[in-house]
């Protein structure tokens, strides 16, 4: 993953004129090459070169030049009013920044229009306010009542869902008792558990993974709308691949450095790495092949690890998923206290790129 201005090229962005550039995003808000098939977000935006800042008004489009998103910032901060849209050009949710921050109101709608959810943002902490269900019926009211939300993943699912649902109690605004969250993809009907969490006073008290059979401590869900449009003014850009596009190239890379988070190299290197593994088409390993491991210690570790990931975006040839074989390429390096740091550099499928 690099920043824009880590590349010389104008394929990200172009100027429009002299106080507007054009960019070009995928649906994740990931700058991609403006001819990638995966572009789905064109912004128009007032920006300053010389700082790499948002500057100004902007307006972000979709393919089809339907207006999805505008507001304002003044040198990199979100300042004023900003509004989303639904496809049918409805108000999907508007909300006031000052410096950066919300404040007031974070009000979401329906596409047909009616209320869906009401956020408060008038002190230092976010407290959901009111929640009306697709009837018009009024769940969660002055901050108390019974919340249920969808939600999609953000980016790769190594349980091949695409969203999570959450559901339990709002007290004073906050979460508050027990929660269940299971994971969906809503167009299959397919649902299933994968956790549990139980709050006191909006603070997550205990979480159990049920995929991991793990408890945690530190929230991994969020409890409100999830909205990425955040990360454009991080001008981080992706490859036109559908490994990238997804976001797996990122999870494996993340998935080898958390599993190497207890261990550190006897001193600085980089070295690359590289391995074969057979991927059946419902995405589930097969055999695993190391073609270059890590360096001394390190390579048993390496080989254990990379045996255990669990799952594989499969490919895909002639509208539908294939059993193939995927060879992927990375590097590993040491930051500065000899702490392992790895990055996904391609990803070869043989079936899927033969012709």
């Not at 808000?29 to 064109?42: M, P, R, T």
């Not at 390579?299 to 990379?306: G, H, L, Y």
Request: net charge negative; charged share 25%; with cysteine.
């Amino acid at each position: 993953m690099a920043t824009a201005q880590d590349s010389i090229s104008n394929v990200f962005f172009e100027r429009i004129d002299t106080d507007e550039v054009r960019f070009f995003y995928d649906r994740n808000y990931f700058l991609v090459d403006k001819n990638c098939e995966f572009k789905s977000i064109e912004r128009r935006a007032g920006f300053d070169r010389a700082t790499n800042k948002f500057d100004g008004k902007f307006a972000d489009y979709s393919g089809d030049g339907t207006l999805l998103l505008t507001g304002a910032y003044t040198q990199g901060a979100k300042n004023g009013s900003f509004i989303a849209y639904h496809p049918n050009r409805q108000i999907k949710w508007e909300v006031t920044f000052k410096d950066n921050k919300p404040e007031g109101f974070w009000n979401y709608f329906y596409p047909d229009g009616k209320p869906y959810l009401s956020v408060s943002f008038s002190d230092s902490t976010t407290r959901i306010v009111s929640q009306w269900d697709r009837r018009g019926k009024l769940n969660v009211k002055l901050g108390d009542g019974r919340y249920e939300f969808l939600n999609p993943i953000d980016g790769f699912s190594e349980y091949g869902f695409g969203f999570y649902s959450m559901s339990g109690r709002i007290k004073d605004g906050l979460p508050n008792g027990a929660w269940t969250v299971h994971f969906e993809n809503p167009e299959a009907k397919q649902k299933e558990f994968a956790a549990e969490e139980y709050y006191r006073d909006g603070v997550l008290i205990r979480g159990y993974d049920a995929f991991k059979d793990a408890e945690y401590t530190t929230p991994a869900y969020g409890i409100l709308p999830y909205d990425n449009f955040y990360r454009a003014e991080t001008l981080l850009f992706k490859q036109c691949t559908y490994d990238d596009f997804t976001g797996f190239t990122v999870y494996l890379a993340e998935y080898l450095r958390n599993s190497f988070q207890l261990l550190k190299a006897d001193s600085q290197i980089t070295t690359d790495y590289a391995f074969e593994v057979r991927v059946r088409k419902d995405g589930t390993p097969r055999g695993t092949t190391i073609i270059r491991s890590l360096p001394g210690q390190l390579e048993n570790s390496f080989k254990r690890v990379v045996e255990s990931i669990p799952y594989y975006v499969p490919s895909f040839k002639l509208g539908e998923y294939i059993d193939d074989t995927i060879t992927v390429y990375g590097t590993m390096s040491t930051t500065a206290d000899n702490s392992l740091q790895f990055q996904t550099n391609r990803i070869e499928r043989k079936l899927e790129h033969n012709k």
